[in-house]
C-alpha cells in the first residue's frame, strides 16, 4: 500500500542573503587562509609605524621585545 501526502513538506534554510551556513562551512578554509594572509601583509605593513609599535608591536609577550629601543646613555644627544 502507497501512503500518499497531501501537501508537499518544505524547510526553509536559515541564511543571510546567499550565504547559508552550509556555504559558510565550505567557504571556512579559504576565508581562513586569505585572513591570514591579510593579517601577516598588514602587520608586515605597519611593523615600522611608530605609533602601531606603540599600541600593539611592544606589547607582544615574546616578540616585544624587537621593537623596544635601548639606548646606551653616551649615545644620548641633549
Do not use: R
Amino acid at each position: 500500500m502507497v501512503a500518499y501526502v497531501s501537501q508537499l513538506a518544505f524547510k526553509t534554510v536559515p541564511h543571510f542573503g546567499k550565504i547559508s551556513t552550509k556555504n559558510l562551512a565550505s567557504y571556512a578554509p579559504n576565508l581562513m587562509l586569505w585572513g591570514g594572509a591579510w593579517a601577516s601583509c598588514v602587520a608586515v605593513y605597519t611593523s615600522g609605524w611608530p605609533i602601531f609599535q606603540d599600541t600593539f608591536y611592544k606589547k607582544l609577550p615574546y616578540f616585544g621585545s624587537y621593537w623596544v629601543k635601548e639606548v646606551l646613555p653616551e649615545d644620548k644627544q641633549y
